[in-house]
């Protein structure tokens, strides 16, 4: 079985300001990472993905995310946030053994960018 | 076509009603799946298919919840008699092959009344 957590649910930042969202995930199996951002009544965009090699990852819109094997983290990045990233993240894993794809989400965190 | 496309994008409809929630994944892709995004639950996987392979059917809630796939490309998301708890947006998503790579779509969002 897999959980993802992640323990903010919202993240409020001034534009232009750093921000870390935190994603930790628990498995019995190796696992994929991903983030994948939802602006309102929009579906999922993939922002980024580990799958192997480097843990440092970079996405879409400047995101980066790394992945920490021995603390079962994949938090994710923003040197300098823009009011347009305003929008719910989440993290989630799939399986890479078993071959079973189906992503098991985290509960999703609310970025809100003010002016 | 360009990408995963949902239809309808809103439904309404009355407890105790059937509805079809239809998905057509991106041209290619072999790999399909249903979640569910509600308030209370988040998302939540509901059934997964691949190729002609057995779904995987064990994120469906009920036996009120049922899907198929015809001809390894449109598939059908059914919910019969319909509960105010269904109540939520449905998205499907689809990848290439065993890619855990998967795009999704825009989401339809049910309501029961």
């Known amino acids: 079985a897999q959980s993802v957590t992640q323990l903010d649910s919202q993240v409020p930042v001034f534009e232009e300001a750093p921000v870390e969202l935190r994603c930790n995930y628990s498995?019995?199996?190796?696992?994929?990472l991903f983030w994948y951002v939802q602006y309102p009544n929009q579906g999922l965009q993939l922002l980024l993905k580990?799958?192997?090699?480097?843990?440092l990852v970079k996405g879409i819109n400047g995101f980066e995310a790394e992945f920490n094997k021995s603390q079962t983290s994949f938090h994710l990045r923003k040197p300098s946030v823009h009011i347009s990233d305003t929008a719910e993240y989440f993290c989630a894993v799939s399986d890479v053994d078993t071959g079973r794809r189906a992503l098991t989400f985290g509960s999703g965190t609310r970025l809100q960018v003010q002016p | 076509g360009a990408g995963v496309s949902q239809s309808p994008s809103n439904k309404v409809t009355e407890k105790g009603k059937d509805v079809e929630l239809r998905c057509d994944p991106i041209s290619g892709h072999t790999a399909l799946y249903w979640y569910r995004q509600s308030l209370g639950q988040g998302l939540e996987f509901l059934i997964y298919?691949?190729?002609?392979?057995?779904?995987?059917k064990s994120g469906l809630p009920s036996d009120r919840f049922s899907a198929e796939r015809t001809g390894g490309s449109v598939s059908t998301l059914t919910i019969q008699r319909t509960q105010q708890e269904d109540s939520a947006v449905y998205l499907c998503a689809s990848s290439l092959g065993v890619g855990p790579e998967a795009f999704f779509g825009q989401g339809t969002r049910l309501t029961v009344v």
């Open positions: 580990y799958l192997s090699g480097s843990t």
């Open positions: 498995s019995s199996v190796s696992v994929y």
């Open positions: 298919f691949q190729g002609n392979s057995a779904p995987d």
